[in-house]
């Protein structure tokens, strides 16, 4: 099965920045979007971002101005530039590939194994 691999995540001050990639390891079927989602514990999964087939993105108000999602979607690279992070960004970040067309679901889509992101002085 394809595998989606996440990196970039790691210890950053309140204000800093970190810059998530996500890769895939083959090609997915049916591709509509890569999601990218986060988790702490106390918190329910939360999305972050998304960056659809046609490169529209969409972002929550929680991190709107601060995220920014980009990528080729076409060979499965994506990447979540993540500015003036606070404490409350910290949590396991997940890039979620969403197989799908025309509003129905064309796949189970695929999670990767998520990094670590800890925002702390």
């Known amino acids: 099965q394809v595998q989606l691999v996440e990196s970039g995540g790691g210890l950053v001050q309140p204000g800093g920045s970190l810059r998530l990639s996500c890769a895939a390891s083959?090609?997915?079927?049916?591709?509509?979007?890569m999601d990218w989602y986060r988790q702490s514990p106390g918190k329910d999964r939360e999305w972050v971002a998304r960056?659809?087939?046609?490169?529209?993105?969409n972002y929550p108000d929680s991190v709107k101005g601060r995220y920014t999602v980009s990528g080729d979607l076409a060979g499965i690279t994506v990447y979540l530039q993540m500015n003036s992070l606070k404490p409350d960004d910290t949590g396991v970040y997940y890039c979620h590939a969403v197989q799908g067309a025309g509003g129905i679901r064309t796949g189970p889509g695929i999670w990767g194994q998520g990094t670590q992101v800890t925002v702390s002085a």
């Open positions: 960056l659809a087939k046609d490169g529209a993105t």
């Open positions: 083959g090609s997915i079927s049916g591709l509509y979007a």
